[in-house]
């Protein structure tokens, strides 16, 4: 029998997210005094009205659905999807109110593609639009990096019991200190360092660059906003490409592969135990299946014969490779070059990477090299066993902060993850090749999505059919909440529809 | 609710602050990170020289 939700249970989901949606409101204030700085009356009027909008629909959210029931594990991931919901519809209310987007499916599209640190974007006229707009997409980046919730649990949850549910939900397990409010300020406590220290070194460079200091600073700050958190919006259409700088490219990809490492291993690393990073089976994962993708790369260039200098070919190679595993979506080509230059084999080889993505509880999407790393050994342990003597014992061990068993429960987990990965790569690609898109870019762009990368190959554009743009959206939400949450509320609504 | 918030900013605000007391191990955390992805561009290169030499 299926049990429906009580009235109770509905008013928590509901006050949880009114919550989130006041949230959303107050992180509106950034982009609005941004707007006022620089005297951009009309893009603050925008903002102006959205966190008013937010923050009246949200105070009224917590009055009229105030309660002081507990809150469980099953409830938080139900409160994730509806927070998710809810703060992409507030948060595209400036895009819509901007005029520089074509309708308010293609303002979510940007939202979503934000919050979820994905990347692609569907804004036109991006070199010229208002710092204060700008300011927004890099502020939904970054905090949806970190995740929203981890940023209301750290400022608006305090003290409410049962939120590892709200904190699980968002893809992050993982407990640096065993309260998991404490764990939420530490990421925060990170992030922020690494913002001090990664926005110093980036507005540094672009002021050495030759930009102006207001320009260096802003874009300093956004670029190493994007690249952290692994989001990929850039100030400038031409993304990363537009700077033609190596020392530009070398900070960035520090900051890209900084941004994909689990919050664990950056507490590890910071707290006297720098050896993790070496040890650690997520940065060991992704080492062997970068190296291995750049191997299968280079030989699609070498036959496409593009760059006849290895060095360059490597330059090139190397960013767009750690861009795409990373899954950050940074570019230093143009989209149309992988189709017209790249080829498929670089291409395919880039897919892989991107499909695979970077560590657990960091700010990276797709897979994750967790779950690659404890699939391989599940699969070496499988193999071990048939060769072993009928009565032996075989056990596999990983180490991530400290030695642990492999259970089976754990490979059976990661397995799960992975095949509804994959499946909804393949469903998504499916609707791009129905929408009349060739193949290989179906996929890439798919891939890309679903992954929360943001790399493109030229199918996300403004014109693309909107079952597609929709497509997109549920494919960046359900690659960035890990299934778990998304499959959490179908079942809600299903229990509330259908349960006694 | 804006007593919370003003709470929990003073918090992370004493925490980021508190970095100083360990900045050595904060800043050679960094480092490591830094080596890291150093240690990533040597693996790539090297292999991108070995496929472009078998593949000629």
């Known amino acids: 029998?299926?049990?429906?939700?009580?009235?109770?249970?509905?008013?928590?989901?509901?006050?949880?997210?009114?919550?989130?949606?006041?949230?959303?409101?107050?992180?509106?204030?950034?982009?609005?005094?941004?707007?006022?700085?620089?005297?951009?009356?009309?893009?603050?009027?925008?903002?102006?009205?959205?966190?008013?909008?937010?923050?009246?629909?949200g105070l009224a959210g917590q009055t009229a659905f105030y309660t002081t029931a507990a809150l469980r594990k099953r409830h938080g991931f139900v409160v994730v999807s509806t927070s998710w919901i809810a703060a992409t519809i507030f948060a595209a209310v400036p895009f819509a109110l901007s005029g520089y987007l074509g309708s308010f499916l293609d303002c979510c599209f940007d939202v979503m593609s934000g919050l979820t640190t994905t990347g692609l974007y569907l804004l036109q006229d991006l070199d010229h639009v208002p710092y204060g707009l700008n300011m927004w997409r890099f502020i939904l980046t970054f905090a949806g990096g970190q995740g929203i919730v981890v940023l209301a649990l750290t400022f608006l949850f305090r003290g409410v019991p049962g939120t590892f549910g709200l904190y699980a939900g968002e893809g992050k397990e993982e407990r640096l200190v065993p309260h998991v409010v404490g764990t939420a300020r530490i990421i925060w406590l990170i992030s922020i360092v690494w913002l001090v220290v990664g926005s110093i070194a980036m507005s540094a460079a672009l002021l050495f660059l030759g930009e102006g200091p207001v320009r260096s600073v802003l874009h300093g700050v956004w670029i190493f906003m994007g690249a952290f958190s692994t989001g990929g919006f850039a100030p400038q259409s031409y993304n990363t490409f537009w700077f033609h700088s190596l020392g530009f490219e070398a900070i960035t990809l520090v900051i890209m592969l900084a941004g994909s490492l689990n919050f664990a291993v950056h507490w590890a690393a910071w707290t006297g135990k720098p050896r993790e990073l070496f040890k650690n089976i997520e940065t060991r994962t992704f080492a062997v299946t970068l190296t291995a993708l750049i191997g299968v790369g280079a030989y699609g260039l070498a036959r496409a014969g593009v760059y006849p200098q290895t060095l360059v070919m490597f330059r090139k190679l190397f960013y767009m490779m750690v861009s795409g595993h990373t899954t950050t979506g940074f570019g230093t080509i143009y989209n149309r070059t992988l189709v017209v230059q790249w080829g498929p084999v670089a291409m395919l080889a880039i897919i892989g990477a991107m499909a695979l993505g970077a560590s657990s509880c960091s700010t990276a999407g797709g897979i994750k090299a967790f779950r690659v790393g404890i699939i391989t050994k599940s699969f070496v342990r499988s193999i071990r066993e048939m060769v072993a003597p009928d009565a032996a014992v075989v056990t596999a061990r990983y180490h991530h902060i400290k030695n642990e068993f492999m259970s089976d429960a754990l490979a059976r987990g990661a397995m799960t993850i992975?095949?509804?990965?994959?499946?909804?790569?393949?469903?998504?690609?499916?609707?791009?090749?129905?929408?009349?898109?060739?193949?290989?870019?179906?996929?890439?762009?798919?891939?890309?999505?679903?992954?929360?990368?943001?790399?493109?190959?030229?199918?996300?554009?403004?014109?693309?059919?909107?079952?597609?743009?929709?497509?997109?959206?549920?494919?960046?939400?359900l690659g960035r909440m890990e299934f778990l949450s998304v499959f959490a509320l179908v079942g809600w609504i299903w229990a509330t529809a259908r349960g006694r | 609710m804006l007593a919370t918030i003003s709470r929990t900013a003073r918090a992370l605000a004493h925490d980021v602050a508190g970095v100083h007391d360990d900045w050595r191990e904060f800043i050679l955390g960094i480092g490591v990170e830094a080596l890291f992805a150093g240690a990533l561009a040597l693996m790539a290169l090297a292999t991108v020289q070995l496929v472009l030499w078998v593949a000629a």
Do not use: H
Not at chain 1, 15 to 31: C, D, E, I
């Open chain 1, 1 to 57: 029998m299926i049990v429906r939700p009580s009235a109770t249970d509905q008013k928590l989901v509901a006050y949880f997210t009114a919550k989130v949606v006041t949230g959303v409101g107050m992180m509106m204030l950034a982009p609005l005094a941004t707007s006022l700085l620089f005297a951009e009356w009309d893009t603050a009027l925008d903002f102006g009205i959205g966190l008013l909008l937010a923050l009246m629909l």
């Open chain 1, 418 to 477: 992975t095949v509804a990965f994959v499946t909804t790569y393949a469903a998504i690609t499916l609707l791009g090749v129905m929408s009349g898109y060739p193949l290989l870019d179906a996929a890439f762009d798919g891939v890309s999505a679903t992954s929360n990368t943001g790399l493109s190959c030229g199918v996300v554009a403004p014109g693309m059919p909107w079952a597609l743009k929709s497509a997109f959206i549920v494919g960046m939400w």
